[in-house]
């Protein structure tokens, strides 16, 4: 990798992909991808890895978590891709007009989680904001308050469950 980052040696490259290539490929098809997607996603994740070579920080982290923190971020972005409808997917013209009783009961829910949200203890409502509003997940959050993963997850737990409850 250093050979690759500091000289550009295509040569090196060659061997750090004949040796992650596949690793990458089985890594993404163990999460669920099919073998194409994930042969395509793996080299999308080597070509990146040349590009940014120079990116690479043998202080950070090692090769391999370096290239697999890639491929994780590459399958993230697969999976992201492929929730969002395409153009030719989504409704044109106007909307149906939604029931009146759907609204005002989709209405008073809202109003019952707003006063279920407010009701939580400080530190399970802050969480939950984070989780759920922020789009964190539970190692961001950790990162972000400095509380163990443990406590974060204990406490978002708490949390739902005390909303379900409210919700009944």
Same mark, same amino acid.
């Given at each position: *990798?250093?050979?690759? &980052?500091?000289?550009?040696?295509?040569? =090196?490259?060659?061997?750090? #992909? @004949?040796?992650? @290539?596949? &690793? !990458?490929?089985?890594?993404? *098809?163990?999460? @669920? *991808?099919?073998? $194409? +997607?994930?042969?395509?996603?793996? %080299?999308?994740?080597?070509?990146?890895?040349?590009?940014?070579?120079? +990116?690479?920080?043998?202080?950070?982290?090692?090769?391999?978590?370096?290239?697999?923190?890639? $491929? &994780?971020?590459?399958?993230?972005? !697969?999976?992201?891709?492929?929730?969002?409808?395409?153009?030719?997917? +989504?409704?044109?013209?106007?909307? =149906?007009?939604?029931?009146?009783?759907?609204?005002?009961? /989709?209405?008073?829910?809202?109003?019952?989680?707003?006063?279920?949200? &407010?009701?939580?203890?400080?530190?399970?409502?802050?969480?939950?904001?984070? $989780?759920? #509003?922020?789009?964190?997940?539970?190692?961001?959050?950790?990162? %972000?308050?400095?509380?163990?993963?443990?406590?974060?997850?204990?406490?978002?737990?708490?949390? +739902?469950?005390? /909303?379900?409850?409210? *919700?009944?």
């Amino acid at each position: *990798m250093v050979a690759v &980052r500091d000289d550009r040696d295509e040569a =090196a490259f060659i061997r750090l #992909f @004949g040796h992650f @290539g596949p &690793r !990458v490929k089985s890594f993404l *098809m163990r999460t @669920g *991808m099919d073998s $194409a +997607l994930a042969e395509e996603c793996a %080299q999308e994740v080597l070509v990146t890895v040349w590009n940014k070579a120079h +990116l690479f920080d043998a202080t950070r982290a090692s090769p391999s978590t370096w290239i697999f923190t890639i $491929a &994780r971020n590459k399958k993230i972005d !697969v999976l992201r891709k492929q929730r969002r409808p395409e153009p030719e997917d +989504l409704p044109w013209g106007p909307e =149906a007009e939604p029931d009146q009783a759907d609204v005002l009961g /989709l209405q008073q829910e809202s109003e019952q989680l707003g006063r279920a949200l &407010r009701d939580l203890p400080k530190k399970q409502r802050e969480l939950i904001e984070k $989780a759920y #509003f922020g789009e964190l997940s539970h190692s961001e959050i950790a990162e %972000q308050t400095g509380l163990p993963l443990g406590t974060i997850k204990s406490r978002i737990r708490l949390a +739902l469950e005390r /909303l379900r409850h409210s *919700m009944k």
